[in-house]
């Protein structure tokens, strides 16, 4: 069974490895996206993400085109925001019932992981090999080794 990818970026580390991703494996992308997107000023977003999440705010997304019967296998892939995935992310996770399908992570920080997998596993009861991923600045500071090996068990 063909995988979906559904990803949320804002600055595009994430982008950045799902394209990656795409490329090596047979798979639908789908992008979240807000209704009303961020502003452009990462300090502006940064203080607006921690007010999100300390809140709990299920920040309103586009509707994501996904008909989640042709899947099996979901490649959930978030930033990491205030120690845990974007608000965005958490409002797919509300509204998309991911309950009975394999979910592999694909999460993206600058080192402070926090209980973002533990978060995902609340709405995800069949997670799998996460890809934990962690970038200083636009650097990938983790081995890219660290992501083929994950290619090579999406189909395992
Ligand atoms: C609002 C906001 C909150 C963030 N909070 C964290 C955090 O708690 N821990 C962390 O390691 N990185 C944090 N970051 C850094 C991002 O997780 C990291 O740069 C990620 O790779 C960005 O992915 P993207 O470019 O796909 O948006 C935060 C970034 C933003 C914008």
């Given at each position: ?31 979240i996206?807000p ?25 309103e997304i586009e ?25 965005v992310?958490?409002t ?65």
């Amino acid at each position: 069974m063909k995988k979906a990818i559904v990803y949320y970026s804002y600055s595009g580390h994430t982008k950045r490895i799902v394209d990656m991703i795409k490329e090596k494996i047979d798979a639908d992308v789908f992008e979240i996206k807000p209704k009303e997107p961020y502003s452009t000023d990462y300090d502006t977003v940064v203080d607006l993400g921690q007010e999100e999440v300390n809140n709990n705010v299920l920040r309103e997304i586009e509707e994501v085109n996904i008909n989640l019967d042709n899947y099996d296998t979901v490649i959930l892939a978030t930033p990491v925001w205030w120690y845990t995935f974007a608000p965005v992310v958490h409002t797919f996770l509300e509204k998309y019932d991911l309950k009975d399908k394999t979910v592999m992570p694909i999460i993206t920080n600058g080192g402070w992981l926090g209980h973002t997998v533990e978060d995902i596993k609340k709405y995800c009861p069949n997670v799998r090999n996460e890809l934990i991923l962690k970038f200083d600045g636009n650097n990938l500071e983790t081995s890219s080794s660290v992501i083929d090996k994950f290619i090579e068990e999406i189909d395992n």
